[in-house]
């Protein structure tokens, strides 16, 4: 059964960083290309960031890029997000989730795989 188990989660304040993990278990993982999605009260869910297969292509909301990096492990079958200059608006709960390579878009729906949720609470 595939489980995918975030850790890093945790009540920061503005500028901080924080490490989010998404270990994964049950699929093969260099068949999947990963994703972080975030979900705040009230708004819907949104991709955050994603990464291929293989780790050689990344992709980046506009209000993450040049904070965070997104990057994975295929042997530990881990993928994480470093989050640098933490702000308020970041606050939410993450998910990771994993994408078949062979399904390019990147919409929610396509992500057949996913995590529980790590809270990011982040201080003005």
């Known amino acids: 059964q595939v489980q995918l188990v975030e850790s890093g989660g945790g009540l920061v304040q503005a500028g901080d960083s924080l490490k989010l993990s998404c270990a994964a278990s049950g699929l093969t993982f260099g068949f999947y290309a990963m994703g972080w999605f975030r979900q705040a009260p009230g708004k819907e869910r949104e991709l955050v960031a994603d990464?291929?297969?293989?780790?050689?292509?990344?992709y980046y909301a506009d209000s993450v890029k040049g904070r965070f990096t997104i990057s994975r492990d295929n042997v530990k079958t881990t993928v994480y997000l470093q989050m640098n200059s933490l702000k308020p608006e970041d606050t939410a709960v993450y998910y990771c989730a994993a994408r078949p390579r062979t399904y390019t878009t990147q919409t929610a729906s396509n992500y057949g795989y996913w995590g529980q949720g790590t809270q990011v609470t982040v201080s003005s």
């Open positions: 990464i291929n297969y293989s780790g050689t292509d990344t």
